[in-house]
Structures are given as C-alpha cells and as structure tokens.
C-alpha cells in the first residue's frame, strides 16, 4: 500500500511538473511577442501602417485569454467535483445556429502563433446549422459557445486542406440536439481517442507536437456536455480526419432557433487581421 501511494504521488508530482512546464511555455510565448510588437509600434514613426502589428498583438491577447479561460473553468469544475458540490444544470434558452454563426465569424478573424491565419486558405470553413429550424436547449450559451469553439479552433489547426463542418440535426424521438465537428485532418489514432478528453492530454501521433496548446481544449468541451447532462464522442482515423459528436436533450418546450437571414457563405474561409 505504501509503494502504491509513493508511486502515485511521484505521478502526481511528474504531470504537476510537466503541466508547469507547459503553462510556462505558453503563457510566456504570447507575453515576449506582444512586448516585441509593442516595442516596435513605440518605435514606430507616425504615419506608418500599425494594423499587422496590431494584428499580432491581439493574437497573442487572445491565445492567453482562451488559455486562462480553460484553465479557470476546468479548475472549478475540478474543485467541484474535490468538495463533492455538483453543479446545477444551467437552464438559459441556448440557440445552437446563432452559435454556429458566431463561431465562424470568430474563426474568420482568429490568428495562430504567427500571425497566419488559423482558418488556412486551402480549407473550407462551412456551416450547415445556418438556416436550420432546430429546438432550443436548455443550458449556458457562453459554455456552449466555448465548446463549439474549442472544437472549431482544434479541427482548423490539425487540418491543412479540405474542410471543416459545423452541423446539428435534432432528433425528434428521442429529444436529443446533436452538434457535430468534422474535418478532413490528419484524424486521431484509437490509442490518443481514449486519452484526448483528458486534460493536457494531446494526440502524438506524427507531426501533431509541433502544434500549440496544451491540451485543455477538448478536457473542457468534455466538462461542458457533462455539465449540460449530455456527451460527446469522436470518431476519427489516422490520415482521414475527425468527427467530434455532441448529444444534447431538447424537446422544442423552450422554442426554435429562427433561421438565419445571412446568406449561405461556403466560400475559402479567409482570415484578415484586424
């Protein structure tokens, strides 16, 4: 008993370690760009363009929000589950299409590391929720969004050509909502599935290191579907890309979503700094 708890603890102690690491690395990356670019723009003389580098700096600024922001979430719901106080169900009206609209017009404006944007030139960002009649649900809209972003944010970095869909369809017999994410990405092997939903856990499979994060992303969407007693799973093959199901309980008592007015834009989703 005595070596299973020492063992334990070193365990603990390691991805405490590791974790540290981790944060260190991708708190202090953004945080040494944005005192370049802000020391560029001092030195800048008036008159010159400052909109790229402007660009970069909220870039890096939204890197570390979306960094802190599952942090703090996942640190809750943590403490939460350690205190043994479970979280009410939240019960707001959630419109999953104003969602899946919002999401694509965040990722249009959304950077990488670099400044490039994250949605790349050669993939097609497409929304199939768009004019849809689907049932409201109940639960956080800001969670929800925070979910189908994460989910939106992973597919486009691991995918370098072809397409990213957000779809829901509801199925009426069963009163269930289900969201869907897929991409034709590099996929995720049987082996990184089970872990991808844990946190600071990430697929290794071939190149995927060399992307950024630390693995919280898909932990949070996780925590967020159990807090909205719903699931989410992921069907995935190396090489063929990914598709992340969410299910959710709806039975249309809360109303519909309107459909949208905005035309249906399934053009190359392009990214222009702001």
């Not at 708190?27 to 660009?55: C, F, N, V």
């Not at 969004?145 to 957000?166: D, P, S």
């Not at 017999?173 to 897929?182: C, D, G, H, P, R």
């Amino acid at each position: 008993q005595d070596l299973s708890e020492v063992a334990e603890l070193k365990l603990v102690q390691d991805r405490r370690s590791a974790l540290m690491a981790m944060l260190s690395h991708e708190i202090r990356s953004p945080l040494h760009g944005m005192m370049g670019l802000t020391t560029a723009l001092l030195d800048t003389e008036p008159g010159k363009t400052i909109k790229r580098q402007l660009g970069m700096v909220r870039g890096c600024a939204a890197r570390l929000l979306d960094l802190v922001t599952n942090v703090m979430d996942l640190a809750q719901h943590e403490k939460r589950k350690r205190e043994g106080y479970p979280q009410d169900r939240p019960v707001a009206p959630v419109d999953v299409v104003a969602i899946a609209d919002e999401v694509v017009v965040m990722m249009n404006s959304a950077v990488d590391k670099v400044n490039k944007p994250l949605v790349r030139p050669s993939v097609r960002l497409v929304n199939e929720v768009q004019g849809k009649k689907l049932p409201l649900f109940p639960g956080d809209p800001y969670k929800c969004t925070q979910m189908i972003y994460n989910l939106v944010t992973n597919a486009c970095k691991f995918t370098e050509k072809g397409t990213v869909r957000i779809g829901a369809d509801y199925v009426e017999e069963k009163n269930q909502l289900i969201i869907t994410v897929q991409d034709t990405g590099i996929g995720i092997s049987k082996e990184g599935q089970k872990r991808i939903f844990q946190p600071f856990q990430q697929e290794q499979s071939g190149d995927t290191r060399s992307f950024q994060g630390i693995g919280l992303g898909l932990a949070v969407c996780s925590e967020i579907a159990e807090l909205h007693e719903g699931s989410i799973r992921v069907e995935s093959d190396l090489g063929k890309g990914s598709k992340f199901v969410i299910s959710l309980f709806a039975d249309g008592s809360l109303g519909w979503s309107a459909p949208s007015k905005e035309p249906d834009a399934l053009a190359f989703a392009k990214s222009t700094p702001p």
